[in-house]
């Protein structure tokens, strides 16, 4: 049984680009989280998702970053017009339920030149 | 606002011996409570998960303790060994906004031979 999947595991991209990370959950799981660690800086919550709905994005900045899961394939967050400050490592979680235990992924490190 | 707070921030200690980490929340409201692992360039590793309902858990040389109404939280490693130098992530799981877990900065272990 896979675990969670994210890709890529390193994105570069010039100030002013677009990063679309992605996160594919562990087969049955269909709650989605994403995470953002700035550096030596802990883990922050910014999104949590079911298929289809966004159910709490208050961690999201206000600007530039969505996300979505849709009904068929993996989960994606987007940034847009990359700015330094953006680079981190974004996490994705899952779980079957809400009340259950959220399993992470490995991590997609951003780096903006 | 849940704070998680991990003291120390690094530790250095010679293979074999006893360690503890600390954590501690500001809000005993919580649902669990996760030890996680985290290697350089690496994805979390679960490590113990204790419900609020519970004192303590154990897995091999690891145990965990909570003490919610005072707001703390302690990983007992014995005998230590180099294999176990990584940064270790305690993240609360708080009975509102169950989905959002709040993690602190973590201790930096390095347990040299």
């Known amino acids: 049984n896979a675990g969670v999947m994210q890709n890529p595991r390193h994105l570069v991209r010039r100030r002013g680009q677009e990063a679309r990370l992605r996160c594919s959950p562990m087969?049955?799981?269909?709650?989605v989280y994403w995470y953002r660690q700035l550096p030596e800086e802990g883990l922050k919550f910014m999104v949590y998702l079911q298929k289809e709905n966004i159910i709490d994005e208050s961690g999201m900045p206000k600007e530039r970053f969505s996300a979505e899961f849709p009904k068929e394939g993996p989960s994606i967050l987007r940034i847009q017009q990359v700015v330094r400050g953006d680079s981190a490592a974004y996490f994705c979680?899952?779980?079957?339920?809400?009340?259950?235990?959220?399993?992470f992924g490995p991590g997609t490190r951003l780096t903006v030149l | 606002k849940q704070e998680v707070t991990q003291i120390p921030a690094a530790l250095s200690v010679p293979e074999g011996e006893n360690l503890v980490l600390n954590c501690s929340f500001t809000d005993s409201a919580i649902y669990n409570l996760q030890w996680f692992r985290q290697d350089p360039g690496k994805g979390l590793t679960s490590l113990l998960l204790i419900q609020s309902s519970q004192r303590e858990q154990t897995s091999g040389r690891l145990n965990a303790s909570l003490d919610k109404s005072s707001g703390r939280s302690t990983l007992y490693i014995a005998a230590s060994q180099p294999g176990d130098s990584a940064t270790y992530l305690c993240a609360v799981r708080p009975s509102t906004g169950f989905q959002k877990l709040v993690f602190g900065t973590g201790t930096r272990l390095l347990v040299s031979p």
């Open positions: 979680a899952s779980s079957v339920g809400e009340y259950n235990e959220q399993f």
């Open positions: 087969k049955g799981h269909s709650h």
